[in-house]
């Protein structure tokens, strides 16, 4: 039975043709493909509206094939390594390629030296932080679930325009910046919403329609383990 098998025995009978040991593949390593595209894109993806998701399954599609199971590189490693090149692929055919999502040396080279690359990225990116982006994510996933707020579910938090993103944006700053408010949140699990009114100019109807996405930020500036996520809010 599948389940029994090793990542490398799942990936050797779907070279062979295996169907279902390759669709057991892609369920497995969903979470890992929204994880690494929304590392390159710097924003949270959903799966119903983003297509960089779709481009990150077929990559991930194509290191099962490309993947050598005799090699010293791990599939992870590996699969990182396509799944950013096919969205560099991707933002460049769109014309939306931006140097900072660059994170690797992109010199037309052999697969077994971009595997080399890959894996020496992450050696280096893992030697400067404490977690894997995987374990960071379900860290903060564990941390928002406190407030009842689900990270799968966050990309619907999110305002739908910029002018409202800032303005909740600066909220968060606020509370965690005022020592008050932020001893309230942390007490209570609640925003202080008359002081956050009060400091911030916003009404109190914004300040209750965005609470969510305000905490999530707000999480993420008063953890230091949650500093690599400081990327996805435009926060220096």
Same mark, same amino acid.
């Given at each position: 039975?599948?389940?029994? +098998? !090793? +990542?490398?025995?799942?990936? %050797?009978?779907? %070279?062979?043709?295996? #169907?279902?040991?390759?669709?057991?593949?892609?369920?497995?390593?969903?979470?890992?493909?929204? %994880?690494?595209?929304?590392?390159?894109?710097?924003?949270?993806?959903?799966?119903?509206?983003? &297509? #960089?998701?779709?481009?990150? +399954?077929? *990559? +991930?599609?194509? *290191?099962?094939?490309?993947?050598?199971?005799? !090699?010293?590189?791990?599939?992870?490693?590996?699969? %990182?390594?396509?799944?950013?090149?096919?969205?560099?692929?991707? /933002?460049?055919?769109?014309?939306?390629?931006?140097?900072?999502?660059?994170?690797?040396?992109? #010199?037309?080279?052999? &697969?077994?030296?971009?595997? *080399? &690359?890959?894996?020496? /990225?992450?050696?280096?990116?893992?030697?400067?932080?404490? &977690?894997?982006?995987?374990?960071?994510?379900d860290y903060y996933r564990s941390r928002l679930a406190v407030y009842g707020i689900d990270l799968n579910e966050l990309p619907e938090y999110s305002p739908k325009h910029r002018d409202t993103r800032e303005s909740l944006l600066q909220a968060a700053l606020a509370l965690v910046n005022d020592r008050d408010m932020l001893d309230f949140w942390k007490k209570n699990g609640q925003l202080p919403l008359k002081d956050l009114c009060e400091s911030t100019g916003l009404s109190r109807k914004v300040l209750e329609k965005g609470r969510k996405y305000v905490i999530a930020l707000a999480v993420i500036f008063t953890d230091s383990r949650l500093t690599p996520l400081k990327q996805f809010t435009n926060i220096p």
């Open positions: 039975m599948l389940f029994l +098998l !090793g +990542l490398k025995q799942h990936i %050797q009978r779907a %070279q062979r043709g295996d #169907e279902y040991a390759r669709e057991q593949l892609i369920r497995n390593h969903r979470n890992f493909v929204a %994880q690494i595209c929304s590392m390159t894109c710097k924003r949270y993806l959903n799966w119903e509206n983003d &297509e #960089e998701l779709s481009i990150g +399954l077929l *990559a +991930l599609n194509e *290191a099962i094939d490309g993947f050598d199971t005799n !090699g010293k590189v791990k599939f992870t490693t590996y699969a %990182q390594m396509v799944i950013k090149r096919r969205l560099i692929d991707y /933002f460049r055919g769109q014309a939306k390629f931006q140097r900072e999502v660059l994170t690797t040396p992109l #010199e037309e080279t052999n &697969e077994l030296e971009r595997a *080399a &690359e890959a894996q020496a /990225f992450l050696s280096y990116q893992e030697s400067n932080s404490q &977690e894997s982006l995987v374990h960071l994510i």
